[in-house]
């Protein structure tokens, strides 16, 4: 089983309280394997989009991303409500006539809560990492653009508060495009 899973019972086991129990287990479980695929797939879509000069493709990577983050979002709100079901039908189980039972449910939650944290985390490190990446990209596109003719070169506080008012006035594509096009020349005629 991926992602250091829970073993199943068999078939004999599953019946019952603990069959439906296992189920919605094995549901969260699944969904916190999507996140983790889809994190995966995000990255190298992340490293595709910044290696990228087209625009049309990048729009497409564009696209595939927000897809992609979307199905995020709603396998994160799946899992919590999976987390959150098995959280309360555990508390619903009486302690001191199935102690067992109580203990399972309570060990699996918690062991499922940290997997979902994790995967988490995972997905946050893996956007901030490409954010990171894509405002060093956007100040390196700026010294190369708006270095002077002769020779001057922009301070690290003018580049950093440019790439600040280009990404948050989402202008950096104007910036992309005309780098862009300048490779793409570069490619055409070597």
Known sequence: QG?????????????????????????????????????????????????????EQGEAISTELDHMMNSIVRLSQEVKQGLRLIEEQTKLIDQASKPAEFRIRQNQHQQLTNQFVTSMKAYQEACALYSQKYRDQVKRRIRTRLSSKDGATLTEEQVDRYARQLLDEGKEDAIFQQSRDTYAQIQENP
């Open 3 to 55: 992602g250091g899973g829970v073993d199943m019972p068999d078939g004999a086991a599953m019946k019952g309280e603990l069959g439906e129990f296992f189920q919605q287990v094995g549901t969260v479980q699944q969904g916190i394997r999507g996140i983790e695929q889809q994190t995966e797939e995000i990255k190298a879509k992340h490293s595709e989009a910044l290696l990228n000069t087209d625009q």
